[in-house]
């Protein structure tokens, strides 16, 4: 199984980033696809997930700000990043069933 995360970058406070995640390897439609990130210093920690059936979950530091997505014919999952905040900036990560992507680096800053 193979992930590849992309999308991160610089914004400014307040602005938005969608970041991808294209799996291989798997079957997609029925996987669990979770989003973490790791600031400098700091632990991974837990942001979103999306289930097989479209359902999703979120930590209480993005919930209201981010959304989780997938789409199956692409073997893809999404996170929207609205209302970026400095304490976002982290290291971002797409993982499933264990495996895990190379990480994809979201900075916010004025």
């Known amino acids: 199984v193979q992930l590849q995360a992309s999308g991160g970058g610089s914004v400014q406070p307040g602005g938005s980033l969608r970041l991808s995640c294209a799996v291989s390897?798997?079957?997609?439609?029925?996987?669990?696809i979770h989003w973490y990130r790791q600031a400098p210093g700091k632990q991974r920690e837990f942001v979103a997930r999306v289930f097989s059936d479209d359902y999703t979950g979120y930590s209480d530091s993005v919930k209201g700000r981010f959304t989780a997505s997938r789409d199956n014919a692409k073997n893809t999952a999404y996170l929207q990043m609205n209302n970026l905040k400095p304490e976002d900036t982290a290291v971002y990560y797409c993982?499933?069933?264990?495996?895990w992507g190379q990480g994809t680096l979201v900075t916010v800053s004025s």
């Open positions: 390897g798997s079957i997609f439609s029925a996987s669990t």
């Open positions: 993982s499933t069933a264990n495996y």
